[in-house]
């Protein structure tokens, strides 16, 4: 049983630039979350994805976008890139959209690097 | 908003010994979950134990259990009998139903053998 995978593991972006990071939830997982987790931090949630719709938002600005599949894949895309958007960035699914009670499988995450 | 607070940025355990992780946390609301997730250096974040807030028993799974203090708001983690594998980041959360998790800045537990 797979569980959450995230794709690319690692990737350099200089500033202003763009870039898409891919996540695909553990088997039987509907919904999706994206976190940002900067060096030395917890993690911060950016937005879940459930039903193909953004159901809920952190207070993240809107160059902080994303979408998820009828496969119940998600991406997260990020615009015009700043120094402080280098993070390590979490995908984690769960069930139920915003009634679950579980707990969220996490992914490895994507390492952005942006210089 | 919820806040959660781990005043431990590091610490540090003799293997086979017991350590106790703290969190406090804020909320105005009654129904909620507390998690503790670890984060070894391989990054994956895996949930180690969850207490729903509505019981009072303290949850326990293996050789970590937690004390959960609802009216002091307070949710610590004991690691009984640390095993070198015990290294990693643990993370503090809440989640309120049809919210978001919060998680708190972590402690690094280093394990000496």
């Given at each position: 049983d797979a569980g959450v995978t995230q794709s690319p593991t690692h990737l350099i972006k200089t500033r202003g630039q763009q870039v898409t990071l891919r996540c695909s939830p553990k088997s039987g997982h509907d919904t999706v979350s994206w976190y940002q987790q900067a060096l030395g931090q917890g993690p911060q949630f950016i937005f879940q994805y459930y039903e193909e719709e953004e159901r809920q938002r952190g207070n993240?600005?809107?160059?902080f976008s994303g979408h998820q599949f009828p496969n119940y894949s998600s991406e997260l895309n990020v615009n015009a890139?700043?120094?402080?958007?280098s993070a390590l960035y979490l995908c984690a699914s769960a069930t139920g959209g915003a009634r679950y009670t579980g707990e969220l499988f996490f992914g490895e995450g994507s390492r952005l690097t942006v210089l | 908003a919820q806040t959660v607070t781990q005043s431990q940025p590091e610490m540090s355990v003799q293997e086979a010994e017991t350590v106790t992780l703290s969190c406090t946390y804020d909320t105005s609301e009654s129904d909620y979950y507390l998690f503790w997730y670890k984060q070894p250096p391989s990054r994956q974040m895996i949930l180690v134990i969850r207490q729903e807030a509505y019981k009072q028993q303290n949850a326990t799974e293996n050789r970590f259990s937690v004390n959960f203090q609802k009216a002091a708001k307070s949710f610590s983690l004991k690691i009984s009998?640390?095993?070198?594998?015990?290294?990693a980041m643990y993370f503090c959360a809440i989640y309120l139903t049809g919210n978001q998790f919060y998680f708190g800045t972590g402690t690094s537990l280093t394990v000496i053998p």
């Open positions: 993240f600005p809107d160059r890139l700043l120094l402080g958007d | 009998d640390s095993q070198l594998g015990d290294a």
